[in-house]
Each structure stands twice: as structure tokens, then as C-alpha cells.
């Protein structure tokens, strides 16, 4: 059999996907319960999804969603922070928690056997935290410790540069974390009254996949989440989001770099928006894959770079639309008009019939492995959840993105994507990328700390 390497393969047929069937039914409390069951996983997966997240977080006391999360297993009003660590290994159990943009996540993976053992130790951990202050001011070092390393990661200084010039004073201009000012400000007052405004069973969802029946959900549910109090929410913030007006260059001086990070983007979609499926595809071919229009021009083309890629992040409001790269610092200005080059020419003509075929092929043929384990499964649910998605969302994607179109991508470029409206953030030795850039653009530079120097 002889292959022509010039060649793209065409896409083969999809395999046949079915998202598994789930029930749902709720306690008196109003916690919401979802249970996908799968004989053939001999685990469970708890998955509790708070509904608030990081965007609750008061002013000047951004941060606290996180630390809440890092302190559920410190310590209860019956355990301490040892004997739960025992208790999960006697049970070989996973535990971990975070905050992010959509939720506070509460994940457990078990041995189904052990399902009841594992239960009343995550039940305690959520409903009887203590939040111990010694262990409160250990993590809390512990994260500002990773925060001072991020002026040696240029990648991580440039994306929260981006975001930062992006949303201005918005919650979302600092990172989930929050920043250094505002983690020091946090009290464990502060992270006892989030946790009795936010963290109750009205305002939750409980997710259990794998080796688990609808009548141990219903049992194990009663039993350890029942006496779980409800309580009023705190009204929610209204979003007030505003698109840059202009293309802005931001270059992030860090003497020495020996490449640039660069980041450009602007506000993208909300998810809910029907042209959710088209943007999907537009993202795909412009930036979304290695075969697409910027990654092609920017590593195969022009050699400077080994890898670029664009992204709509999806979250409460408008999350952005950011285009990544690391290029090599001599082409930092070619770069950035070169990407700016491919957004103009996706919005001014129609993408080609093969570039429409590999992009569904890619995406089509890529999904059923996104949920081949209970932890996966689980995180589809949520995603429904938190999203506010049909029930039937997953086994009607391939099916709505097969049905997007050259003329639907074309218009959603031209809806979505706005080269004038673009931050552009870039990171490294000015020396090396200044003068080029100052031939094209009006240029701010900032030190690593982000202050305009």
C-alpha cells in the first residue's frame, strides 16, 4: 500500500456513541442528585458541584473560594487532618477540591465496596468543616509561594497579564487564586461565612458514576446528605462586560527571556449562544488543532514557533477568546501580524470544503474518548449542570456540529472574531522585541510585576 505524506487522510467514519443514560431525583433539602451506573467500572465517582465559585469572591478578599476548597480536608468537628488521611487510605479513596470560574468541586473516587465507608468521611468533610487557622496559614504560604515563582514562568505571567488587561477591575482580572494583596487579607471569618452563604444543599449538585444503583444512590443519599441544612442564597452580581475598543500592545519586560510568550484575544461568547456549535468549528480551523490556519502559518510556515493555538474559554458571562504562542523573540513582531493576517482572512472569505471536512473529522472522531471512565462521565454531568445544557447535549453534539456549515462559519467569524478590538500581550526581553513592534504598534511596557515602566 503506497501513502502520499502530501495528503491529508480523509476522515473515517465516526465511531458509534451513546452518552450514558442518567437519572436524576432530589432530597427535601434540594440537593440535586445525578447517577449514571456502569457495571463495568468497579469504582465509584462522588462528584459534588457547588454552584457559587471564585466570582463570589468579596473585593479585596479575592481568593476565597480557593482557600475554602484547600481547607475541606483539614479537619472537621470529629476528625483532624491525619485521621482523614488515614481513613481515605483504609478505604483506598481519592479526595480532592477546588475552585474554579463555574463551581467549588468536591471529588471522590472509591472501590464501590467501599462506598459507604468513603461516604461518611466526604460527608463530614463538606457539612462539619472546621477550617483549622494553623492549617488555614500553611496553605495559605503555600500559594503565595507558587504566586512569586510565576515572574519566572513567563508563560503563566503573560496569561494573567492578558486577562488583566482584558477584564480591568472585573473579578475575572485576577486569577481564581486571587492575588497577593488580597490572599493576606483573607481571614478564616471570611471563609466560615462564605461557607454558610454559599455552600449548602439548594445550591448543589451530587453526581455518582459507576458501580452504583439507583436504589444505593437513593440510600447512601439519605443517609448522609438528608440532614444537610439549606440556606438562603446571597443575590448574585450582574456582569457588566466591555469588548476592548481598540488593539492594545502590552509587552511585559523580563530581561533575559530567550523567547516571547505572546497572547492575543478579546472578549468571546457566552455559552449559551446558539451559534455556540459554529464558533465550535470556526475556533477548530483557525486555531483549534495542529492542522489549523495559525499553527500551519506560524510553526510550518515560518518556523517561529513550535506550536501555536486559540480557544473560547466558556464561563459565567463572557469568557475570553486568546490566541497562545511561544515564538522565537527576533520574530516577535512578524508573529503577531501574521496571526493578525489569518483572523482577517477567516472573516473576509469562506473557509474551503476540505478544511470544513477535517475539522469534523477531528472533532467528530475525538469525542467518545472524553468519556471512557467514570471520572469523565462524571465531569460531563457537571458540565450539563453547570452549563444549564439539554440532557440529551452530548448525544446530540456530533450530530449539531455535523450540521454546521461554510456559510454559518464565515458569519460567526464575522460576528465573533475582532482583529481591531485585540489585547495583545507580550512577554520577554524588550531589547530583542521592542523596536520591531514600535514600527507597527503603539507599545506599553510593564515590569513583571505588571507596573508601566
Known amino acids: 500500500m503506497e501513502f502520499n505524506r502530501f495528503q491529508t487522510p480523509q476522515p473515517g467514519t465516526p465511531r458509534p456513541f451513546h452518552f450514558p443514560d442518567f437519572e436524576r431525583f432530589y432530597l427535601p433539602n434540594g440537593l440535586e442528585v445525578l447517577l449514571v451506573e456502569r457495571q463495568d467500572f468497579p469504582l465509584v465517582s462522588i462528584n459534588l458541584c457547588v454552584k457559587s465559585s471564585a466570582l463570589a469572591d ?68 463538606l457539612q462539619n468543616p472546621v477550617f483549622p487557622e494553623a492549617e488555614l496559614e500553611r496553605i495559605r504560604q503555600e500559594i503565595l509561594t507558587d504566586r512569586m515563582r510565576i515572574v519566572d514562568n513567563p508563560a503563566k505571567l503573560n496569561s494573567e497579564q492578558f486577562i488583566r488587561f482584558l477584564y480591568g477591575r472585573m473579578r475575572y482580572a485576577l486569577p481564581v487564586e486571587g492575588s497577593n494583596t488580597s490572599i493576606q487579607n483573607i481571614t478564616r471569618t471570611d471563609i466560615q461565612t462564605f461557607y454558610k452563604k454559599h455552600i449548602t444543599p439548594g445550591n448543589s449538585v451530587l453526581i455518582f458514576a459507576g458501580n452504583i444503583n439507583r436504589q444505593t444512590a437513593e440510600a447512601v443519599s439519605e443517609k448522609y446528605f438528608s440532614s444537610w441544612q439549606d440556606a438562603a442564597l446571597p443575590p448574585v452580581a450582574d456582569f457588566d462586560f466591555k469588548q476592548p475598543q481598540k488593539t492594545s500592545v502590552h509587552l511585559i519586560h523580563k530581561p533575559g527571556s530567550s523567547q516571547t510568550e505572546l497572547r492575543m484575544g478579546h472578549l468571546g461568547i457566552e455559552r449559551s449562544n446558539p451559534d455556540y456549535y459554529a464558533v465550535t468549528l470556526l475556533n477548530e480551523i483557525l486555531g483549534g488543532y495542529f492542522l489549523s490556519r495559525i499553527n500551519m502559518n506560524l510553526r510550518e510556515e515560518h518556523g517561529y514557533t513550535y506550536g501555536a493555538g486559540s480557544a473560547f474559554s466558556y464561563r459565567p458571562g463572557l469568557g475570553p477568546f486568546h490566541i497562545s504562542a511561544a515564538v522565537q523573540s527576533e520574530h516577535t513582531a512578524e508573529a503577531v501580524q501574521e496571526v493578525l493576517n489569518e483572523v482577517a482572512k477567516i472573516r473576509a472569505e469562506k473557509i474551503s470544503e476540505e478544511e470544513l471536512q477535517n475539522a469534523h473529522g477531528q472533532i467528530t472522531g475525538l469525542f467518545p474518548i472524553a468519556f471512557e471512565t467514570a471520572d469523565q462521565v462524571s465531569l460531563g454531568l457537571s458540565n450539563i449542570v453547570l452549563s444549564q445544557l439539554p440532557d440529551d447535549y452530548y448525544n446530540t453534539y456530533r450530530e449539531n456540529i455535523s450540521a454546521v456549515s461554510r456559510e454559518d462559519i464565515f458569519e460567526s467569524a464575522q460576528k465573533y472574531l475582532h482583529p481591531d478590538k485585540m489585547q495583545i500581550v507580550v512577554t520577554g526581553d524588550r531589547a530583542l522585541i521592542e523596536k520591531d513592534l514600535r514600527k507597527s504598534f503603539d507599545v506599553t511596557v510593564y515590569n513583571v510585576q505588571g507596573n508601566e515602566i
Open 58 to 125: 468579596l473585593e479585596n478578599k479575592e481568593g476565597t473560594a480557593n482557600l475554602l476548597s484547600e481547607l475541606f480536608s483539614e479537619g472537621t468537628k470529629t476528625r483532624n487532618s491525619e485521621a482523614i488521611a488515614e481513613e481515605l487510605e483504609f478505604t483506598a479513596s481519592q479526595f480532592s477540591a477546588h475552585s474554579d470560574w463555574n463551581a467549588i468541586h468536591l471529588d471522590m473516587n472509591t472501590l464501590s465496596r467501599n462506598l459507604d465507608s468513603a461516604l461518611d468521611v466526604f460527608s463530614d468533610m
